[in-house]
């Protein structure tokens, strides 16, 4: 047995699915035949082979919450580029910003006044925080990081086990055997990572406290929610402890924001009162442009102008060429102002509340020891028991044979949902029939998984 389902049961459905997939996809297949020897290993980003189906979808086209792929299958995508969509594909102020940028130019590095009115909107979306802008949501991390040693003058960084804040190194770090470790499976790995980072277990405050009395932590990285493995909800104190230890020991409080901003107008931190003094969010900030916002308090912006003062000159390892485009300040400010509204988290988390439900009252029905975690849009199945609390045990909640079997059927029933875990986003898009399509799904499944065949 592998999370309450027999082993032959999770071939029998691999093996099915898998063979249905191929065999109903002979242009996707004729065509990566053809045209993918050009890429390393046949993808243009390592991770696409990392999806269960036999080989990657081809797709030609996405608008709202739907995907059609070269076969001509209509999907109904619950993965939403694992949040880089989240408010649905193209979402039209997005869209009509793109269209009316491209004819303005496209990277200048200078701003616009786009770029003056995009900064208002972030402080009144997200805070009171003095802003800048990258590319991706690892760059913000990397750079939120640079800041906090330079401000604090102090060397490590303390993450949770289990997290993932994009590929920067200083995070990849796990616990074994209650040390902090490099995490296994980095490729041209030399620099020895634990001599700049801690590693200790999310809602263990009694750890955190003694990384901190070491006195060398700039800064405690973390999600709200860790939501990279199997997600882990933050117990009763554990957000209002990272804050007062941090404070008490000189350390600062980076948020990374980039999945729970699921949780509602301004994410987490706003939903819940959180106070980082560094805020950071990525993937869907700009509707799908590829763009990342980090920004400090005006405490911690003082603190580092002091600083700038000593620097030496020089290049402070910050920045890349593209980011703080013309085209990411259009969608940052439509995003902002036409596409993170009210009214579409109202939306979204109605849809989230009915997907949660639905997949909690089918594994109920079947008896299935898995539970349903939800994060405002953000919904995953997690077939263990729950809740989980800590990194180590949601590094055991995952089940990948069960898993991958499942992701593939319920793509040959036309539901996607997210790789590498179980989950699914519902966007300002996303229908209540898709929602009802993907429960439907999933139940179907499960009777098949969880079948009395005495
Ligand atoms: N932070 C978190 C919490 C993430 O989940 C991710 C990516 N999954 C990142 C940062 C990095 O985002 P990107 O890959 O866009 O750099």
Not at 26 to 51: F, I, N, Q, Y
């Amino acid at each position: 047995m592998i999370a309450g389902v027999r082993r032959d049961r999770i071939k029998a459905l691999a093996k099915r699915e898998a063979k249905r997939f191929a065999a109903t996809r002979p242009k996707t297949r004729a065509a990566l035949e053809a045209g993918a020897d050009a890429w390393l290993d046949g993808v243009p980003m390592h991770w696409m082979k990392d999806w269960p189906m036999p080989f990657p979808l081809l797709v030609t086209k996405a608008k709202g919450a739907r995907l059609t792929d070269l076969d001509g299958y209509g999907i109904d995508d619950f993965c939403l580029g694992d949040t880089g969509s989240m408010f649905g594909h193209s979402p039209k102020p997005v869209a009509q910003a793109i269209r009316r940028q491209a004819r303005r130019g496209l990277t200048y590095m200078l701003p616009t006044t786009a770029a003056l009115r995009a900064g208002a909107l972030l402080c009144e979306r997200f805070g009171d925080f003095r802003w800048q802008i990258a590319t991706t949501a690892t760059d913000a991390n990397r750079f939120a990081l640079r800041v906090a040693r330079a401000v604090t003058g102090k060397p490590k960084l303390l993450v949770f086990n289990g997290c993932y804040h994009g590929t920067v190194d200083d995070t990849m770090v796990e616990l074994t055997n209650g040390r902090t470790a490099p995490r296994a499976g980095l490729v041209g790995q030399v620099a020895d990572l634990t001599k700049t980072a801690v590693s200790v277990e999310f809602n263990d405050v009694e750890a955190v406290r003694a990384a901190l009395e070491t006195g060398e932590i700039a800064a405690i990285l973390t999600e709200p929610v860790m939501t990279n493995s199997c997600m882990v909800l933050p117990q009763a104190g554990f957000h209002d402890a990272l804050r007062q230890l941090s404070r008490r020991h000189g350390a600062l409080l980076i948020i990374d924001e980039t999945h729970t901003i699921s949780s509602g107008l301004g994410g987490y931190s706003r939903v819940h009162s959180l106070s980082p003094d560094i805020f950071v969010v990525g993937k869907c900030v700009a509707g799908g442009m590829p763009t990342a916002v980090w920004g400090m308090t005006p405490d911690v912006a003082a603190a580092y102008a002091r600083y700038n003062e000593t620097r030496a000159p020089g290049h402070s390892g910050m920045g890349t060429t593209l980011s703080a485009n013309p085209m990411q300040f259009a969608c940052l400010e439509a995003t902002l102002s036409e596409v993170m509204t009210k009214e579409n988290y109202d939306h979204m988390e109605k849809g989230a509340e009915r997907l949660s439900d639905g997949l909690h009252a089918a594994i109920e029905r079947h008896g299935a020891p898995w539970h349903v975690v939800r994060v405002g849009a953000r919904v995953e199945f997690i077939c263990a028991p729950g809740p989980l609390k800590n990194g180590t045990e949601a590094a055991a909640a995952h089940a990948p044979e069960v898993e991958a079997a499942i992701h593939t059927a319920l793509l040959n029933r036309g539901c996607l949902i997210a790789p590498f875990h179980n989950m699914m986003l519902v966007s300002p898009a996303t229908r209540k029939r898709q929602i009802d399509g993907l429960i439907a799904a999933f139940d179907e499944i499960l009777s098949f998984l969880f079948a009395d065949d005495k």
